[in-house]
């Protein structure tokens, strides 16, 4: 049985991640590397294909013989511009035209048992959409006005499906809930992460304070309480499309959520992200963040997907890390 990979954006937080756990699954794995390789990984079935999704004949020839395609190059945009043509303009060419390319490679190619896309929590608007009952595959895609980063994932999911209508393609979605690992999970406590939330009056208080790692932040909605994200780490984000391709035939033609078990509450862990940091914290209230939860049941029913790794857990290891390099 032909097990290799083609797999984009391996460099990348959850890419190489999976590239370690499909390497040591015994896959072939073909990467490629357009600015940068693989960090620490060396192995006798990953092969380098140097190109650039936007470079269609070097993609043509890297998915030649491969039985899966892994898709997850991407450019990143946490809270994006609203309408910045020459922003917008990269995302398009990254996420449609780049995609594109990688499709028609696929389709070219032929014996390609399964083409797995990372989109997206962002196409329902995790955070900024209100939810009363948890987010399922079902839930009607909402980008969020504004976002193009949204808007281009959410257009890429009707390509993938519309070629496996069109050209029996066989895909599998994940949309992809908001991770970090431990190398950056402290940022997300800094009053930079969230500046642009902040009303304009309270960045004026409030910045003198936190900013600069003066102090660590708390979220608080506008209503005063603490506001709850579901925040993953990059492992268990990379364990879902692992387990996509091992479990190729139930994942064919499926869009799966993969996101943290659940959403944690920020006032419950800024105490020990402040005394960790050896600074003061404070609570601030954001502009835009609603209550949501990400379901991750059909995840685990089909794939077996368990996330192991508790945001605790994460601040724990990167204060870990912290102390270790200082």
Known sequence: MNKTVFLTGGAGRIG???????????YTVKVLVHEHEPDGIVSDNMVLVRGDI???ECLLEAVQGCQFVCHLAAIFDMIGPTNFEKENDRMFENHVKGTFNLLEAARKAGGIDLFVYASSDAVFSAIY???DEPVTEEVEVFPRPGRFYALAKALVETMCINYQKVFGLPYTIIRVGWCLDEDD???SFTYEFWESLIDAKDREVIGPKLANGKGAMALLYENGESVALQLAHAQDIASGFALAIEKHEQAKN????????????????IDRVAKGLGVSWEGVKVVGPQPYLISNEK???????????????MIEMALAKRNTSS
């Open 299 to 313: 995840a685990g029913r089909m794939l077996g997907y368990r996330p192991q790794i508790t945001v605790e857990k």
């Open 129 to 131: 959409k209100k939810y």
């Open 54 to 56: 936007l470079d269609a």
């Open 16 to 26: 190489k991640r999976v590239l370690r756990l499909l390497l040591d699954s015994g």
């Open 254 to 269: 499926q869009i799966f959520n993969i996101a943290a078990e659940a959403p944690f509450r920020s006032l419950d862990v």
């Open 185 to 187: 999970v402290l940022e």
